[in-house]
């Protein structure tokens, strides 16, 4: 079918140099190829066309007082994707690697994760290329004011609810909230992973991660294996890995690594998940002081990766879970991991593999849970959220975790059972991009021309 070529060729022309989100694009259209030869109707509807451009896309400067008082200038980003199914749901990431490509790629994801949540919210993104670290909480106020004294011309409690993302945590919601509420006067639920005193989820802070690995928990049912016992494997440092390991522990596993942008820990006995957390969440330094409390941890720097490659992956584990950042599991990793016995991996972040990972994956018939489909939960619990403010409710965590835990084991039924019907029933990727695309393509072609 030439609509994959046409399409990343006219998104060449029309979105330069944009390549995270063409690999996004790509990977879906690839998938689609069996739905289109029984339901051709789709292409006869353009909804390809229609897909793969953003409604509405918003690039605006930032401009900010650091604490010796110079004016420094960043730029930000909302791009609303689309709205078939509800309002435009999806996270605001604030790190110096932020591009429009960064956003749209993120954006586009969205819009088939949130569907398979079967939650009434479409897809969206948005963050800025400022860089949290090594500032001060009033350079981060300063700088959320300043973004969202822009930004909030364009959301709404009903129209478009940002989240957090990579850089942006409870404070720097809090901070972004206090400025919406100031300049329009309403207190309403406009975002979500607000602080729990105001409007805020239990459970919110966890979802991602403890998603991911329900996710997980479900691959490996299905096959009549359990996690406990098990040897884990986890990238990145923040809320996905941190509650990732949190739910690995509780189910009986033993997660033995973590990084960040500086290098990785390996502890043979175990993540002390404890120090962890006060290293990132309440100090918020670098892994390397772990290894001063652990002195049997090891610590590898970036400096010390494999070619090509992450040190986490190159570690012996039994399931793996990439939480830290796009493409950051490539090819060279995946054969060691296949190699190492690896034979389970849920994915925390966003495209966290590259294509050519990917295709090992599935050409091993591992269990393998795409991003858009295994790290849902985040998004879900967000949603449930904006039902809590609705309805002026605060659930008990046993609510919302019972609620994340179902919505987790339908979406691997909705991946494993569309895969299963396409003759592919080990290729959740194939499962998730079918079953997300019909569900917004549907609805596309129930409201018309839009």
Known sequence: MPYVHDTLTRLAKSSPAQ???????????ECLRPLFERAPHYL???????????????????????????????????????????????????HPSVTSGTIKFLGFEQIFKNALTGLPIGGGKGGSDFDPKGKSDNEIMRF??????????????????????????????????GQYKRLTGRYEGVLTGKGLSWGGSLGRKEATGYGAVYFAQNMLAARNETLSGKTCLVSGAGNVAIYTIEKLYELGAKPISCSDSQGTIHDPEGIDLDLLKQLKEVKRVSLEAYVNERPDAHYISVRDYPENGHAVWHLQGDAAFPSATQNE????????????????????????????????????????????AANAGGVATSQLEMAQNSS????????????????MSDIYQQCATTAEEFGEPTNLVLGANIAGFRKVADAMIEQGVT
Not at 337 to 353: D, K, R, T
Not at 393 to 400: A, D
């Open 19 to 29: 390549s995270e989100f063409y690999q996004a694009t790509e990977e879906v259209l």
């Open 44 to 94: 006869d509807h353009s909804i390809i066309e229609r897909i793969v451009e953003p409604e509405r896309q918003v690039m605006f400067r930032v401009s900010w007082l650091n604490d010796a008082g110079q004016v420094k200038v960043n730029k930000g980003y909302r791009v609303q994707f689309n709205s078939a199914l509800g309002p435009y749901k999806g996270g605001l990431r604030f």
């Open 144 to 177: 959320c004011q300043s973004f969202m004294s822009e930004l909030y011309r364009h959301i709404g409690p009903n129209s478009d609810v940002p989240a957090g993302d990579i850089g942006v945590g409870t404070r720097e919601i809090g901070y972004l909230f």
């Open 329 to 372: 599991l490539t090819e060279v990793d995946a054969r060691v991991m296949l190699a190492n016995g690896v034979s389970c991996v849920s994915e925390g972040a966003n495209m966290p593999s590259t294509t050519e990972a990917v295709d090992l994956f599935l050409e091993a018939k591992i269990d393998y849970g795409p991003g858009k």
């Open 392 to 407: 002026m409710e605060r659930w008990p965590m046993e609510k919302v975790d019972q609620k994340l835990q179902q919505i």
